[in-house]
C-alpha cells in the first residue's frame, strides 16, 4: 500500500478521537469477534478475523457515510445517479483502509492480534458483480465520485451469484457458481425500509380521472418488490463516503397470501420463486446480447426501482417534480438502463399526472447516454412479443415517443423515408424490434463515446443521422481508471517509489507523474524501477505456480493478456505467434530471442463456442511448450484460470508487455491497456480505442504499434478479404496453422481446432491473418528493445510518467462540466 499512510491521517489524539488508531481498532476488532462471529480469538477462524476487521472499518465509515447522505439531502446540488446492470467493484476492504488512511493501523492492530493483514484482506470473497470492462469502469467511477467529493449515486442490481467461477479442465474452460454471498458480506446493509413495487405483464386502460383528465392505467399480472442494499464508497483521504445502492428483488406479500387464502399454497410458493428469481444471476455475456425474458424483467426491475428511489428523495429535498432534472442527472451505462426513457415518462405521466411535453423535457434533460460499442452483434434490441407481454405500458409510451420523435424527422426531411425506417425505434426490417441504442439517444441531453476514435465513429457509422439531427448532443468522454486500486493498492513497491520522487499527491491528481520523466534516464533510478518490477514478478510467479503448477522465471520478458476472451480482441492472433515462436525454437535452438512467458487471462461466455475453443488452444500450446525440455528457459505460456479483479491485483504489476491487439475500430476503449500504462508496461498495439491516446501521450517512440487502421479495415471487407491469400504468403503463418490443425496441441486429436482453423482460413471476420506479418514484425522489435535494459526501462518509466490523463478523476471531471453540469460539494 503507498507508503507511510500514518502521515496522511491525523494523529493522536485526533486520531483516537475518530477511532482511526490502532488501538481502538484492536479494541473493536475484539469486539466484534465475540459480538458478531460469537467467536473468542483462540477458535476463530481466519474468515472470523477478516469478519471482525472489515465489520470494524465499515463502523469508521458511517459517520462520514450518514453525513454525506445528509449533505446531499439538504442541498440545493444536482446528485449524479450512475445506472448500470454491472458494478464490478471488486474486493473492499483492502481499498477502505487506503481511502481511509488507515492501513498502518489495521496492520499495527492484526499484528497484535496475532494476524497477518494481508493474509486477512487475501479471504475476501470478490463481489463479481459485472463481466469485464464496463462493470469495472462503473466501478472507477464511483471511486472518482467520491474521491472529487461529487454528489453521486451508484444504482444497479445485487445479484445474489456474481460472474461464474472459470475452472480450467483438461484445458476447458469450466463454469461454477458463484457463491460470493454465502459467508455474509459486511461491506452491505440491507434497507427493508427503501423498498418499491415494479410491475410486470398484464395491460392497460384509459380512462378520465376526477380532474376530466386522460389517464392509463396498468393492471399487472405481477409485482416484485426492490429491496435497496447499500454498499459505502468513500472517497481517498475525504470525508465523503457516497453510496452504491442495489437492489435484491423479492415477493410481494400480499399476492401470497391471497392466493394462500384461496387455497393455492402452491401457487403462491411459485410466484415467489419468480420474483425471488429476477436478481438471482448476473448474464455472463459480454458485449452480445441474449435477449432472454429474465434479462429484460432485470433491466426493467432495476431502472423502475432507482428512478422510483430519485423520486422520494425529491420529496425528501423538499422540491416540486418539475425541478426533477435541476436535483439529478442520470447517466445509462450503455443500453442495459435504456428503459429508464419510458420509466421516467410512465412515472411522470401516469403517477404524477405531468402532461406529456413537461414529462418529455424533464426526461431528455434528466438523462445522459454512454455507447460502448459499435458491433451490430452487441447492439441491444428486444422482439416486440416479447416486450409488450412484459412491460404493456412502457411500450405504449415508447410508441408515442417513436410517433413525435419520426415527426420531427420528416418535418426535417421531408419525403426521406428511408432516413425514417432507419431512425426509427423500431427496426421493421424483419420481425419487429425495440433498438435500445435509438430509445436512449432520443431521450437523453448528450451522448457519448468513450475514446476519440470511438466517439467519431460512433458519429459517423452507428449514430450518424442522430448526429446529423443533433450534432451538440454528442461527446466524447474517453475512459479511464482508478490510480488508487490499480496503482497504490495492487502496486505498494511502486507507490512508495511515486510518493518519494514526485511527492504523495500523484494518487489524487495523477498528472504529476510527469515529474518521473526526469529520472528516466537516471541510472540508479533505473535500477530501483527494475527491482520493484523484479519483486512483482516474483509474486506473480508464486501466484501462477499454485495456480496451475507452472514454474516461470521472474527473469523472463512477462508478454500479458488479460481480458475477456473475444474473437475481436484476438487472444488467437496472440496464440498464431506463439506457435510460431516455438517452431523458430525448435528449429533453431540457438536463436538468440528474448526468453518469453506469455500469461493470458480472461472469461469465455459459456455459449461461445469460438471463445471457448480458443481457451482450449492456449491451453494446449502451454502443455506442449511447459513440457518440452529443448523449451526450458525460453519459453513459457500460462493460462491464469479465473482471472477477476482480485488476481488483476497482482498482474497489472507484473507486465513488462500489455497486448491490446484488437482489430482495429472494434474495442471501444479498453481500460485494461490503462492499468497496463500506469504500472510501467510497454504497449504493443493497433490504433483502437484508447490505445491512440495511450500512443499520443506516451511517445510513438514509445509505443509497439502495428496493424491495420479503422480505415482500412472498413475498406478490406468493403472491397472483400480472402484470408487464404495471407496464408499463402506466409510461410510461418501457413505452418502454425498447420500444426494446430494437426492435432499437435490437442494431444493428436486433429478434429479438435478444426472449427477454429476452418473459421479462420475461410471467413477471419477479425483479420487476424491480414495482421499477423505486421504483428510477429512489431513482435521482433519488442524482442530487440528488450535486450536493452536501459532504453527499456526509460520507455516503462516514461509510459508511468504520461498516464495521468488516463485516471477515472479527470474523466468524471469531465462528464461533470461537460454532461452533468455538476460541481463538487467539498
Ligand atoms: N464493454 Br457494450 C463491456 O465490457 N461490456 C459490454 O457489454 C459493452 C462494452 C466494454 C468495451 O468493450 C470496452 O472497449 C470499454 O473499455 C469498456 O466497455 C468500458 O467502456
Redesign the pocket.
Known amino acids: 500500500m503507498a507508503a507511510n499512510p500514518t502521515t496522511r491521517v491525523p494523529g493522536g489524539a485526533e486520531a483516537a478521537r475518530h477511532g482511526l488508531d490502532a488501538e481502538s481498532l484492536q479494541r473493536d476488532v475484539l469486539d466484534n469477534l465475540v459480538s458478531l462471529q460469537a467467536r473468542y480469538p483462540a477458535i476463530a477462524t481466519p474468515h472470523d478475523w477478516y469478519m471482525a476487521l472489515s465489520y470494524s472499518v465499515r463502523d469508521r465509515l458511517l459517520l462520514r457515510w450518514v453525513d454525506t447522505v445528509q449533505r446531499y439531502a439538504a442541498a440545493d446540488v444536482r446528485v449524479a445517479c450512475y445506472l448500470s446492470a454491472?458494478f464490478l467493484i471488486g474486493p473492499q476492504l483492502g481499498n477502505n483502509l487506503l481511502n481511509l488512511g488507515i492501513e498502518a493501523q489495521a496492520r499495527a492492530a492484526m499484528l497484535a492480534l496475532g494476524q497477518d493483514l494481508d493474509t486477512v484482506i487475501a479471504l475476501e470473497e470478490e463481489p463479481g458483480l459485472g463481466?469485464?470492462?464496463?462493470?469495472?469502469?462503473a466501478a472507477c467511477y464511483l471511486d472518482s465520485l467520491a474521491t472529487l467529493q461529487m454528489p453521486a449515486l451508484g444504482y444497479g442490481i445485487r445479484y445474489e451469484f456474481g460472474i461464474f467461477r472459470q475452472a480450467i479442465r483438461d484445458g476447458w474452460q469450466v463454469e461454477e457458481t458463484d457463491k460470493w454471498l454465502q459467508k455474509g458480506n459486511p461491506w452491505e446493509i440491507v434497507r427493508p425500509d427503501v423498498a418499491y413495487y415494479v410491475n410486470f405483464g398484464g395491460h392497460t386502460q384509459s380512462a378520465t380521472d376526477a380532474e376530466g383528465r386522460f389517464r392509463v392505467r396498468w393492471t399487472a399480472a405481477n409485482q416484485v418488490k426492490g429491496v435497496a442494499c447499500d454498499t459505502p464508497v468513500p472517497g481517498y483521504r475525504v470525508e465523503t463516503c457516497n453510496t452504491l445502492r442495489l437492489w435484491k428483488s423479492e415477493a410481494v406479500e400480499s399476492f401470497d397470501l391471497a392466493d394462500f387464502n384461496v387455497g393455492d399454497y402452491y401457487g403462491a410458493v411459485q410466484e415467489k420463486v419468480i420474483s425471488e428469481t429476477l436478481s438471482k444471476v448476473l448474464y455472463p455475456?459480454?458485449?452480445p446480447e441474449m435477449g432472454k425474458r429474465l434479462r429484460l424483467a432485470q433491466q426493467y426491475f432495476f431502472v423502475s426501482c432507482s428512478l422510483q428511489d430519485m423520486l422520494r428523495l425529491l420529496e425528501l429535498k423538499g422540491e416540486p417534480i418539475e425541478r426533477f432534472a435541476d436535483m439529478f442527472v442520470a447517466q445509462l451505462n450503455?443500453t442495459?438502463p435504456s428503459i429508464a426513457v419510458a420509466e421516467l415518462m410512465r412515472l411522470l405521466l401516469d403517477e404524477r399526472g405531468l402532461q406529456w411535453e413537461q414529462a418529455w423535457d424533464i426526461t431528455r434533460r434528466t438523462l445522459a447516454y454512454?455507447?460502448?460499442?459499435l458491433?451490430p452483434e452487441?447492439l441491444e434490441t428486444w422482439g416486440l412479443p416479447l416486450f409488450r407481454s412484459l412491460l404493456p405500458r412502457p411500450l405504449e409510451i415508447i410508441y408515442e415517443i417513436n410517433r413525435r420523435f419520426l415527426d420531427e424527422v420528416r418535418q426535417r426531411h421531408p419525403g426521406d423515408e428511408s432516413r425514417v425506417a432507419r431512425m426509427s425505434l423500431i427496426d421493421e426490417s424483419g420481425d419487429r424490434r425495440i433498438r435500445m441504442a435509438h430509445l436512449a439517444t432520443v431521450g437523453s441531453h448528450a451522448v457519448n463515446g468513450?475514446?476519440a476514435l470511438?466517439s467519431s465513429l460512433l458519429r459517423e457509422t452507428v449514430l450518424r443521422d442522430f448526429a446529423e439531427l443533433w450534432p451538440e448532443r454528442f461527446h466524447n468522454v474517453t475512459?479511464g481508471v482508478t490510480p488508487r486500486r490499480f496503482l497504490a493498492l495492487c502496486n505498494p513497491g511502486l507507490a512508495r517509489l511515486l510518493d518519494e520522487t514526485v511527492g504523495e499527491g500523484w494518487i489524487a491528481d495523477l498528472t504529476r507523474l510527469r515529474g518521473l520523466e526526469a529520472h528516466a534516464d537516471d541510472a540508479a533510478f533505473q535500477r530501483r524501477w527494475r527491482a520493484i518490477k523484479h519483486a512483482n514478478k516474483e509474486v506473480l510467479a508464486q501466484h501462477i505456480q499454485s495456480a496451475t503448477g507452472v514454474v516461470v522465471d521472474p527473469r523472463a520478458l512477462f508478454d500479458i493478456q488479460v481480458k475477456?476472451i473475444h474473437e475481436y480482441k484476438r487472444q488467437h492472433l496472440n496464440a498464431l505467434y506463439m506457435v510460431a515462436l516455438y517452431q523458430r525454437l525448435r528449429r533453431e535452438p540457438q536463436l538468440a530471442l528474448a526468453p518469453r512467458c506469455f500469461v493470458f487471462g480472461g472469461k469465455a461466455a459459456p455459449g461461445y463456442a469460438m471463445a471457448k475453443l480458443i481457451i482450449r488452444l492456449i491451453n494446449g500450446i502451454a502443455e506442449v511448450v511447459n513440457n518440452d525440455p529443448a523449451m526450458e528457459g525460453r519459453l513459457k505460456v500460462i493460462f491464469f484460470p479465473n482471472f477477476n479483479v482480485k488476481s488483476a491485483h497482482h498482474i497489472y504489476p507484473a507486465a513488462d508487455l500489455s497486448e491490446q491487439i484488437s482489430t482495429a475500430g472494434k474495442?471501444?476503449?479498453?481500460?485494461g491497456n490503462m492499468k497496463f500504462m500506469m504500472n510501467g508496461a510497454l504497449t504493443i498495439g493497433t490504433l483502437d480505442?484508447?490505445n491512440v491516446e495511450i500512443r499520443e501521450e506516451a511517445g510513438a517512440e514509445n509505443f509497439f504499434l502495428f496493424g491495420l487502421r479503422a480505415q482500412d479495415v472498413e475498406r478490406l471487407q468493403r472491397e472483400g478479404y480472402r484470408p487464404a491469400d495471407h496464408v499463402a504468403a506466409h510461410d510461418e503463418l501457413r505452418e502454425a496453422l498447420d500444426l494446430i490443425a494437426s492435432g499437435h496441441f490437442s494431444r493428436g486429436e486433429s478434429e479438435v481446432f478444426r472449427p477454429l482453423v476452418e473459421n479462420l482460413m475461410q471467413w477471419d471476420h477479425f483479420l487476424a491473418l491480414a495482421d499477423y506479418a505486421d504483428y510477429a514484425a512489431c513482435q521482433a522489435r519488442v524482442d530487440a528493445a528488450w535486450q536493452d535494459p536501459a532504453g527499456w526501462t526509460r520507455m516503462s518509466i516514461l509510459n508511468t510518467a504520461r498516464s495521468g490523463k488516463f485516471s477515472s478523476d479527470r474523466a468524471i471531471r469531465e462528464y461533470g462540466d461537460r454532461i452533468w453540469s455538476l460541481a463538487p460539494i467539498g
Open positions: 454491472e463481466n469485464g470492462g464496463l462493470g469495472r469502469l455475456n459480454d458485449e450503455d442495459h454512454t455507447n460502448h460499442t458491433l452487441a468513450v475514446a470511438h475512459n475477456r474495442e471501444a476503449s479498453g481500460t480505442g484508447a
